[in-house]
């Protein structure tokens, strides 16, 4: 069987057992709005034996993964963290069904597209989301119909203050939309070491109605589509909408897509009869938060280097040499048209430092 190569924390600790910490080092490069502040110090590890002798010289830590789901206001005066635990691995193969782990320092697209080569199904709507593996299940990353959560079967978690291994299982993380265990009762309290998938190889769920997936595929015949396939058209489609990092800052959605009662609803409903919304269960609807964005005129809404992205208007970019303070008073001043018009508050989804 291939494999890329094997996930063991073991055998990565003899490659790098102690890793050395810089002082003031530049995060421009790793946060994806491209915000130039430094970390008081900073190292990557490894492997857990690395990152446990990490926690042994300081424990005032942050963790970084690919900086894709963070704004930096300030320069962080702790120990910063880059995970960079890699490998993959088969752990059990049946005849429907696959077990893959995947160390959390790996590149999320990459472990997606290395499923799809191996012919592994599930996790195809989730191409191109930036970041890291280890990270993805913090705020059970979603796109086009798929989450995190549909294809997660358990992780490996490091606890920071005593030092022990921890697994968890699908149910333990207590996924719900945009969020997980570990933005709450356990906030800061777990590095994620490497998460195992649940994955197709026969007969595959296809997920095509989100989005315009179908369109982008007309041209196919529907009952032969592959995973690879979806892959690719989810690839196109991103690329046509979202704004690439390296060209342009930004940290894709900005704001979580606000979930409200039926009253809120039908109140919006008067004033806006076009108004887009999702039934997500037991009377409450979720509203794009783009669309109440847009409806505002507020795409291209720009003051200095900080803006909306001109084609999307739940991307907060940074044009060019933008502070984070810059860009965060910027995505308020949205909120806050948001909350005048429509009575609803817009939450981030990026983590604000
Ligand atoms: C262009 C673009 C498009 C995007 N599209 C989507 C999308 O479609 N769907 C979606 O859900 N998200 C999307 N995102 C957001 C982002 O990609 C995800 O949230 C991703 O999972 C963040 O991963 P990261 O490694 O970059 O996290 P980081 O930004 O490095 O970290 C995020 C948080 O997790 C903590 N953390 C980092 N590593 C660990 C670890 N190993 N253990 C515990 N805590 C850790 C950090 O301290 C921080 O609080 C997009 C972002 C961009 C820039």
Redesign the pocket.
Known sequence: MYLRYKYSPTQSFKILSTPTIISNYSLKTLN?FGVDVAARRFAAFRSVVGLSSLLDQDKDI?????????LLTKNIDKLVLK?EIFGIQIVERSKHKVLVKCG?GEQ?HDFVLWCVGMGFGGIENLSL????V???P??N???YGVELKDVMHSLDAFDIQNKVMRTFSNEDCKFAY?DSI?KNQYKDQ???TSVTFELTTVDHKLSLDYGNIKDMLSDKNIDKLTIKDISEAVISIRQSK??D?DVIG????FFKNPIVDDITLEQIKKQYPDLRYFDHGEGSYKIPAAWLIDKLGLKGFRNGAAGIYDDHALVLVNHGGASGIELYDHAMVVRDKVRDAYGVELVPEV?VL
């Open positions: 994806t942050f963790l970084l993964g690919g900086g894709s789901n963070l995970n959390g999320w989301i930036p970041g890291c280890g990270t993805a913090i705020q990353i979603g796109a945009r570990f777990f590095c994620i979202l704004p990092p930004n940290s894709g959605s983590n």
